[in-house]
């Protein structure tokens, strides 16, 4: 079993930046695809950004294109999400979660098995 832990959400004035971090547990990290989702109040968890074992494979939601990086530091089990440019839509709840079924696709909630437990991060106008 994994367990995820996040870290690094918090205020942040609009145009500014912010880093994620999603640490996980166990010794098997590599092996796992990640997500990050995001949700605000009232609305459906969205998928923001995705990467499977390989630090090549990379994908990312229309809104976090060209702003917004995640990474992995499979020596560390972390998991990171490098957000620039925030907008104040930007401001969600964001989730880190994990799938050993690398072959699903990433964007969906389903396919992953682990979930962290939330970061609040809130882009002021």
């Known amino acids: 079993q994994m367990q995820l832990i996040e870290s690094g959400g918090g205020l942040v004035q609009a145009g500014g930046s912010l880093r994620l971090s999603c640490a996980a547990s166990?010794?098997?990290?590599?092996?796992?695809?990640m997500g990050w989702f995001r949700q605000a109040p009232g609305s459906e968890r969205e998928f923001v950004a995705a990467i499977r074992w390989s630090n090549e494979d990379t994908y990312y939601a229309d809104s976090a294109k060209g702003r917004f990086t995640i990474s992995r530091d499979n020596a560390k089990n972390t998991l990171y999400l490098q957000m620039n440019s925030l907008k104040p839509e930007d401001t969600a709840v964001y989730y880190c979660?994990?799938?050993?079924?690398?072959?699903?696709?990433?964007?969906?909630?389903?396919?992953?098995?682990?979930w962290g437990q939330g970061t609040q991060v809130t882009v002021s106008s």
């Open positions: 166990g010794r098997t990290f590599s092996s796992y695809s």
């Open positions: 979660a994990a799938t050993s079924k690398g072959i699903l696709p990433v964007l969906l909630r389903s396919t992953y098995d682990y």
